[in-house]
């Protein structure tokens, strides 16, 4: 569908909120404690953060939960009994404030469950999400969106995106999907035609820092290079960075038993964990804290692009900032642009 702008009044957010929650949604929306904003159930409008540049945590466990259940399975007699997960129980969701790299980094999480295989359970998950990106009007250090096809106003993974119409208070809301509407449709009152079109000069100005196309055809040239032992000397593999990139879906699948009955559950893992690659023979192919940041790289910037046509980074910047040794991966990507192979 073609999208649709509106303007909704300063006033109107929290009654959307409001009618939102009478019709039974229920809302994710960022939280700050202690300084770090990460989304969770919101039940009053004046919870939500709204000053942050990025949330600590990325949004993806809406739909990729960190720890997740997907059967159950018991032993008897007569056999062994399994039951799957109830794909009715999952609730409709309105996932309220996230920014454009969050909400674009739906998609590259979605290339990877519904590669050679369709996550069902993702799949549903998913279905039941309504996105409401806001727009970026600061970025700080550690943001490089532009740099890897992104913008602070990037409508791509939202169905309704906000940006902020200058100190007024006031936004342009850009309708852009068959979810979005059907919000509109609940609030009709709230979303005002408008003849206000361009935002840009509403947007955070973020310069590119480097060619992801160029990274892509370095790193061709590039897997036997000393860089990656220069660069992965800080890192303590403690799987931070991978915890909160909207885009890593590393996972790992085990059981847990209790007697007779147990369930199956699927948990986040991480490619830079020593143990990821460890071989039932005991051999590991990545056994040296290189090999395995490299893989990180790789994996998104040469892999993904090459097996599902998306990069696997949105250029949120929450790797950088939540390294306990200050690994940032922006200025690592620029010195694998400027290195010479």
């Known amino acids: 569908?073609?999208?649709?702008?509106?303007?909704?009044?300063?006033?109107?957010?929290?009654?959307?909120?409001?009618?939102?929650?009478?019709?039974?949604k229920t809302i994710y929306a960022p939280f700050t404690k202690n300084g770090k904003s990460t989304f969770r159930d919101t039940e009053s409008f004046g919870a939500i953060s709204t000053g942050y540049i990025q949330t600590t945590e990325s949004a993806k466990d809406i739909a990729f939960p960190r720890t997740e259940k997907?059967?159950?399975?018991?032993?008897s007699k007569e056999g062994m009994s399994v039951k799957g997960t109830d794909l009715n129980d999952i609730p409709d969701v309105i996932l309220w404030g996230v920014r454009p790299c969050d909400a674009s980094g739906?998609?590259?999480?979605?290339?990877?469950?519904?590669?050679d295989y369709?996550?069902?359970?993702?799949?549903?998950?998913?279905?039941?999400?309504?996105?409401?990106?806001?727009?970026?009007?600061?970025?700080?250090e550690y943001c490089f969106c532009t740099s890897v096809g992104g913008n602070p106003g990037n409508t791509a993974g939202?169905?309704?995106?906000?940006?902020?119409?200058?100190?007024e208070g006031d936004y342009l809301a850009e309708i852009i999907t068959e979810k979005g509407l059907a919000v509109v449709d609940l609030a009709q009152n709230l979303f005002e035609k408008t003849d206000i079109s361009g935002k840009e000069k509403f947007l955070a100005e973020l310069p590119v820092k480097f060619s992801h196309e160029d990274i892509r055809l370095k790193l061709d040239k590039f897997f036997e290079s000393k860089e990656w032992i220069e660069q992965s000397l800080r890192c303590l593999g403690c799987g931070a960075c991978a915890y909160v990139c909207p885009t890593c879906a590393c996972f790992d699948i085990q059981d847990e038993a209790h007697g007779k009955k147990g369930?199956?559950?699927?948990?986040w893992d991480s490619c830079g964990f020593s143990h990821f690659?460890?071989?039932?023979?005991?051999?590991?192919?990545?056994?040296?804290?290189?090999?395995?940041?490299?893989?990180?790289i790789m994996h998104k910037f040469s892999y993904m692009p090459e097996r599902l046509s998306v990069y696997g980074c949105t250029g949120c910047g929450r790797c950088s900032r939540a390294c306990p040794v200050d690994m940032n991966i922006l200025e690592h990507l620029i010195s694998i642009q400027e290195v010479t192979v």
């Open 277 to 296: 690659t460890v071989h039932t023979s005991g051999y590991n192919p990545r056994n040296v804290q290189s090999a395995r940041w490299r893989q990180r």
């Open 118 to 140: 369709k996550d069902e359970i993702y799949i549903n998950r998913l279905s039941k999400v309504t996105v409401f990106g806001f727009s970026c009007s600061k970025s700080d």
């Open 263 to 267: 369930s199956r559950v699927r948990c």
């Open 106 to 115: 739906i998609g590259e999480l979605s290339s990877i469950f519904n590669w």
């Open 158 to 167: 939202s169905d309704i995106l906000f940006t902020l119409l200058g100190e």
């Open 70 to 75: 997907l059967l159950d399975f018991s032993k």
């Open 1 to 24: 569908m073609n999208i649709d702008k509106r303007l909704v009044r300063k006033d109107s957010l929290e009654k959307l909120f409001d009618i939102l929650k009478r019709n039974s």
